[in-house]
């Protein structure tokens, strides 16, 4: 494996956790998710991801671990709303992010800018490595084709291709880290810590964890549905 930049680097055999909210909860504020974030690396996470610009300005304040950031928007035309275009990923770099996540699925862009277009604006303009988000094997080569410089699990089961498919997604992690010569990282699903263990024996780079520790929505709703 070729040499890394240094915050990815930081991130080998780590735990990352999501510190995300639903908008409609009060959560989602970036006190709150500072908060999420600095408990996460307090407790020995070596990483956040964090959505939109101003969650990610606020976790800035208050941690010095990587922050992989993304800025979820829905946009007519296309399903891809992760990153889904240059000015979205200079918005998170701005705000502090130093590796930018991007929706690589081989969906219709917004705009049209390409996967590779939007990956060398990255490197070339915000000097940012990329983590590509993808849903199957045939996005993950591509991604890494067009320059990626990690490339994640993060959308199987979530579109169109996959929305059959149950995270986590260990199958398609082995298929990736069998593939490809980029770091791989696990996310999506893993809900327990056994499982974020087995996605590392199965070779991935580092382990995102979300709803497990963060999902606070989620996690009542379920306990309350089941009562």
Known sequence: MASLHPP????????????????ASPLHDPIVIAAMAKAAVMQGAMGVRID???HIQAVRQQITVPIIGLWKQVLPGSSVYITPQAHHAQAVADAGADIIAIDATDRDRPGGETLPDLIRYIHDDLHKPVMADVDTLAAAQAAQAAGADIVGTTLY???ETTQHCIPPSFDLLAEMVQALTVPCI????????????????????????GTAITGIDKLVATYCAAL
């Not at 990815?8 to 995300?20: D, K, M, N, Y």
């Not at 327990?192 to 382990?207: D, I, M, N, Q, R």
Request: proline residues 7%.
């Open 52 to 54: 939109t610009p101003a």
């Open 157 to 159: 089961g979530y579109t």
């Open 186 to 209: 696990c996310e999506g699903g893993i809900a327990t810590p056994s499982e974020a263990k087995t996605a590392l024996e199965k070779g991935a780079f580092a382990v995102v964890v």
């Open 8 to 23: 990815l680097e930081t991130l080998r055999g780590a735990l990352i956790v999501s510190c995300q909210a639903p908008a």
